[in-house]
């Protein structure tokens, strides 16, 4: 029996010091906290096969979407779509703090990324598998 993903998501979002950490990882979706630095940003993407949904829980930043920057602080929610070349960047004094749903996956399960530079490194090896959480 599968047990999915419960808990409180705006706790854990706000307790994660990491860049990246995957959640939980299902057949389609994949839920993973992240926070970036004052400065800091994901860098530029461009998922063709999926959409990508952002909730930020504290801080402010902006979220580029094919090249128009659009402000993000507390609350905000906002759906990428697929094909779209994307970027978060955190604007403000402190930790830009959120989590990421990817439709489909997007990284290996339960990969961690404590820092940007570690993710940069793991780029080419974190790519989603098939690997599900259960």
């Known amino acids: 029996m599968k047990q999915g993903y419960v808990?409180?998501?705006e706790r854990a979002t706000l307790d994660n010091e990491t860049f990246r950490t995957v959640l939980y990882t299902g057949e389609h979706l994949q839920l993973v906290v992240m926070t970036l630095k004052p400065g800091e940003e994901i860098g530029e993407?461009?998922?063709?096969?999926?959409?990508q949904f952002f909730r930020f829980?504290?801080?402010?930043g902006e979220v580029l979407i094919?090249?128009?920057?659009?402000?993000v602080a507390d609350d905000f929610g906002?759906?990428?779509?697929?094909g779209a070349r994307h970027n978060v960047r955190?604007?403000?004094s402190e930790p830009l703090k959120f989590y990421t749903i990817y439709g489909p996956p997007e990284h290996k399960d339960k990969v961690v990324h404590r820092?940007?530079?570690q993710a940069d490194r793991?780029?080419?090896n974190d790519h989603w598998d098939g690997g599900t959480t259960e």
């Open 90 to 92: 955190n604007t403000g």
């Open 115 to 117: 820092d940007k530079a």
């Open 122 to 124: 793991d780029h080419d």
């Open 66 to 71: 094919d090249g128009k920057a659009n402000p």
């Open 57 to 60: 829980e504290t801080g402010k």
């Open 7 to 9: 808990d409180d998501i």
């Open 45 to 51: 993407e461009v998922h063709d096969d999926g959409d």
């Open 78 to 82: 906002v759906i990428v779509p697929a």
